[in-house]
Every structure is written in structure tokens, then in C-alpha cells.
């Protein structure tokens, strides 16, 4: 996930303003999203083109060409672990042309109003549900709009089905709702401010309220990193006194519930529901992005010239094949926030001056830099059991 969104942040998004769209779609939407490939890449190709041509409607009807694109990531989950597959749009929040010289230009987009938002979410709505029609998934029903056609479901179909509607999906509590644990009074609160740019119509929401100026790099990566998440956060997970397994809400629900808790068994049913098909490429690039653009290689940072990261310390950044090469030190400060190359007592910069891989050994030389009082505790676990760090001047010596 680190070196997803540094790689991204560093080596593929210009130093140009982004704003985030997220696209949700109806429940039944969602199981054929999660199904068919063929949807989810058609639904998402639908939403990429109308939010294009949104963006650079200033330079529709002029000679000039506008380019824009940007980076989809397709998200399978919700924040229960349920089955709830949306797609987070990075877009750029503005668009390329070339002027007169033949030099390309950048134009910022202005901030799109609600209804505009709304506009756009129509537009994406009818022409899925459209193109669905004519592939065969839905079917135009005068009174009631669209409704899917017969579907073959499958044991994994009947797990995401139920997954999708919060439901439980074995056990002898199969079809009823998953329960939740409801800590705090409910709120009547909407989930988004009457001034937010979000719109919804027919089961589709849409929400671009989220914008990253050019100078905000470590918000952008954040972002990044918060777009290609596992959906799994394992310091929100535990075991109940009954040996059922309880999930912690990264934010609670309107009816207040803070967890949900799942019969073991029905735990594993919803990790399986998750699983993506096989071969399914989560992230999309299109637009300038696309590996076909004309303009990428013009517009996507330039590689670093450094020295070879094979030489020493966690290494150092590389142009030609090994330009996306991050070194193991940065990632693990960048998430972690601590800089294993620097010592904490002097300030000195370390080195790596051995590599264990075996577990005993990495054990009893921990445990004896924790009696001597000579271990780092600022380093990360994961930092201290990848090799051994020590100051230019000092050599730590493996007990035997």
C-alpha cells in the first residue's frame, strides 16, 4: 500500500490541483459490479468520460483540444466489511491544452456547484443503466425503471448477496442483519452537510467535495494511500468473550452503532465475499494517464538521478528502469513517521552492518539490546528485525 502511493504521488501525478470524485452505486448494481468484470469496467469507462467532459466543457465548441484524465481505484468494501464495490476517481482538477507555441498549458477547473454535481450524476445514472439495457443485465420495466435480469447465482454469488445487504450469509441465523453493537445515542445528522457537493438520484451517489492544491504533495499521497487501502484494518479487529469476532467502526453509523460483530465462520464468508476475480486490475489509469497518451511522458514527474541503492543504507532513488525503486528506510518513515537511518542518541546517520533472516537469532539479539538498555525503541519492529542498525562508529556485535 506505501509503495502504491508513493509511487503514484512520485512518479505519475504532475504537481498540478486534483479533486476526488467517488461514485456509489444502487445495491443491485453493486452484485453485478461485483460479478461481471465487464460491468465494472464498463460502469466505471461510463463515469470517467461524462466527468471528462465536465471538466473541459470550457473548450468544447473551440478549435483548441483540451486534455485531462486521471486515476481510478476501484474499492470492493464498506466500512463493515461488507461487499460494497464504488470507484474513487482522482482527477485532475483542471486540463491541459497547447497554446500557440505548441507548449502544453495547464487550466484550473473552477469548484463545480451542487447542482452541476447533480447534472453529472444524472447524466452518469442514465447512460449505465442505457448501455446495461443493451448488453443484456437489465431490463427497462415502465413502472418500476430497471430491474437485472436473471441472474445464475452461485454459492460465492449467494455469499456476496448477502454481504452487500449487511445480511448473514451461514449459520442459523442465515438472512437476518448482521449485529451491531450500538455504543453511542443516534444522530439525525445526514452523512453529508447541506452545503457539500454530493448528489444522488436512482441509487447512484456521487460526491466531489474533496480538492488537493498543487502545493499540497503529502496531502495528495495521503489520499493515495487512503484510496488503495486493504479493506482490512487489523487494530479495529478483536475476539468477544465469545469467541465471536468484533470489527470497530472507523466512523459510526446514524443509529449509533460503533462495531459489528460476526459469528467466525460468517467472518470468513465476508473476507470471501470480498476477493476480487481473479486478474481484476483495481487501479485504472485513463485520460492523459492512459499508457497511450500523447502528453504523458510530458507531464508525469521526471525520474531522479541519484546513486545506485544497492550501496549501503536503505538506498537511494535510481532513474531509468529502477526510477519507481523506493527504498525499504523512506517507506517505513513515510508511513511510520520514523526515520530508521538516523540514530536517536547522536543523530548520526546508520548503516546496515548485517542481515538475519533467521527468527531465534533476531530474538535473543533483541532481547540482549534490551537488557544492555542499547535498543532503539523508536525503530519500528519491523525495521529492527529486517537488519541490524548501527552508528559509522560503532559495530553491534551478535551475541553468541
Not at 15 to 27: A, E, G, K
Not at 53 to 82: C, E, K, M, P, Y
Not at 116 to 143: H, P, R
Not at 325 to 350: H, Q
Request: glycine residues 6%; positive net charge; proline residues 7%.
Amino acid at each position: 500500500m506505501a509503495q502504491t502511493a508513493a509511487n503514484l504521488a512520485d512518479h505519475v501525478l504532475p504537481h498540478q490541483p486534483y479533486r476526488q470524485w467517488v461514485l456509489s452505486l444502487p445495491y443491485p448494481l453493486r452484485f453485478l459490479a461485483a460479478r461481471e468484470p465487464e460491468v465494472l469496467s464498463v460502469t466505471l469507462a461510463i463515469a470517467q468520460k461524462i466527468i471528462q467532459s465536465f471538466i473541459t466543457a470550457d473548450l468544447a465548441h473551440s478549435d483548441q483540444v483540451a486534455r485531462t484524465g486521471g486515476i481510478a481505484v476501484v474499492q470492493r468494501f464498506g466500512s463493515a466489511l461488507n461487499l460494497n464495490p464504488h470507484f474513487h476517481i482522482l482527477m485532475l482538477d483542471g486540463y491541459y491544452h497547447q497554446d500557440v507555441h505548441g507548449k502544453l498549458r495547464f487550466i484550473q477547473s473552477k469548484t463545480p456547484s451542487k447542482d452541476q454535481i447533480q447534472t453529472v450524476c444524472i447524466k452518469i445514472a442514465q447512460a449505465v443503466a442505457k448501455k446495461l439495457e443493451k448488453m443484456g443485465y437489465l431490463v427497462s420495466d415502465l413502472a418500476h425503471g430497471h430491474y437485472l435480469s436473471n441472474q445464475d447465482v452461485d454459492l460465492l454469488g449467494d455469499l456476496q448477496s448477502h454481504s452487500i445487504t449487511y445480511r448473514i450469509a451461514v449459520g442459523p441465523r442465515r438472512g437476518q442483519k448482521v449485529f451491531q453493537l450500538q455504543l453511542l445515542p443516534p444522530s439525525d445528522e445526514p452523512v453529508h452537510g447541506s452545503h457539500d457537493p454530493c448528489a444522488n438520484y436512482a441509487g447512484f451517489n456521487l460526491h466531489a467535495g474533496l480538492k488537493i492544491g498543487s502545493k499540497r504533495r503529502d496531502k495528495l499521497e495521503k489520499l493515495c494511500r487512503y484510496i488503495s487501502r486493504p479493506p482490512l484494518a487489523h487494530a479495529r479487529l478483536s475476539m468477544t468473550e465469545n469467541d465471536k469476532v468484533s470489527y470497530r467502526l472507523k466512523t459510526p453509523f446514524r443509529n449509533g452503532a460503533t462495531h459489528v460483530i460476526f459469528e467466525t465462520e460468517d467472518f470468513i464468508a465476508k473476507l470471501a465475499a470480498l476477493v476480487p476475480p481473479p486478474r481484476a486490475n483495481l487501479i485504472r489509469y485513463f485520460g492523459v494517464f492512459a499508457p497511450a497518451s500523447p502528453i504523458r511522458r510530458d507531464i508525469v514527474p521526471k525520474p531522479i538521478q541519484s546513486e545506485n541503492p544497492k550501496q549501503g543504507g536503505g538506498g537511494k532513488r535510481v532513474s531509468g528502469k529502477h526510477s519507481n525503486y523506493i527504498p525499504w528506510a523512506e517507506l517505513l518513515k513515510r508511513v511510520f513517521m520514523s526515520d530508521v537511518e538516523k540514530c536517536s542518541r547522536c543523530g548520526a546517520k546508520v548503516k546496515v552492518v548485517a542481515v538475519i533472516n533467521e527468527h531465534k537469532i533476531i530474538e535473543r539479539i533483541l532481547s540482549h539490546q534490551q537488557k544492555t538498555g542499547r535498543f532503539n525503541r523508536a525503530i519500528p519492529l519491523s525495521a529492527a528485525t529486517t537488519g541490524l542498525l548501527s552508528s559509522p562508529t560503532r559495530r553491534t556485535t551478535p551475541i553468541a
